[in-house]
């Protein structure tokens, strides 16, 4: 039993290690690509597209 909790464990903190690397290169990635480091990253969902266009 402690074996298998051990090997849930392990897999669980492998994915949630290699989830918060994927996220940070994103991220990392999205602000070397931006020419103005203030600029929403592209992958942002959050805002709507009538929103952007009026923002420019």
Known sequence: ME???L???VQ???MLTNSF???KETLRL???SSPLKH???PLDVSQKPS???SAS
């Open 12 to 14: 669980l903190m492998t």
């Open 3 to 5: 074996i298998s909790l």
């Open 30 to 32: 999205c602000l070397q």
């Open 21 to 23: 690397l994927t996220m």
């Open 51 to 53: 929103d952007l266009a």
């Open 7 to 9: 090997g849930t464990g």
């Open 39 to 41: 600029i929403l990253c």
